[in-house]
């Protein structure tokens, strides 16, 4: 079982990507989290795409396109995918739909994430992540119990460099240039589940769930 979260940055789907993949034994794909290891690791790929990410651009297709080939294909026959941040643009569907078709696999569901701008720019302004254990938290909506500290590990929380406000609106407009045509592209294959994504989260979560079930149902 396969699926796509799709939607701009600050939408919540790492944040119920990390939470649905282990309730349902899916490998979370998160090409945003790859890329920064990447950086952090210092390898060629890193070097490359740290250029992109600090100006709140896409990296070329060929980095991330391989990069999701080589999880897909390392994760065994028996894997269900969920793919958060990938594809991105018409070029990435098509080559992500040549490598599930080559490895026998099909696209089960795109969950579509609807919020406002308003919204994506509060949520990514305001997120900090722990240095170490990568904890999820928002100084409004899910703060943690000492400010700058993770709740689970005790370690310092940071935020990310291109969650400043200029970046963030960068990143939208890469979004609804680039992005935001894969609506219609995946509307049309019949995959398209849309969520109102500016709820709460355990609202959201139950609305994916009930979703995810049915098309485990269906794969039986
Ligand atoms: P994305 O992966 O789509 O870019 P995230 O899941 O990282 O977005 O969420 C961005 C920020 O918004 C994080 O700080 C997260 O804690 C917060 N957040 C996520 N979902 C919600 C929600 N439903 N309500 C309020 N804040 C949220
Ligand atoms: P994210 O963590 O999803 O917000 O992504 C952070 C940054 O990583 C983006 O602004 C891009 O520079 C880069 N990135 C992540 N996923 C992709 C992708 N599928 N295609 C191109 N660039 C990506």
Known sequence: MNVVFLGPPGAGKGTQAETL???KNMKHVSTGDLLREAVQAGTATGAKAREYMEKGLLVPDKLVVDIVADCLTKGGNNSSFLLDGFPRNLAQ????????KKLGYK???VFYFVVSEKTAVKRLTGRWLCSSCGANYHELYMPPKKAGICDRCGKPLGQRPDDNVETVKKRLKVYHEQTADLIDYYKKRS????????RDVGDIRNDICGVLDSLFKGNK
């Open 21 to 23: 993949s282990k309730k």
């Open 107 to 109: 696209l089960d569901g």
């Open 191 to 198: 995959v398209l589940n849309t969520i109102d994504a500016d």
């Open 93 to 100: 569907a098509k080559a992500l739909d040549e490598t599930l």
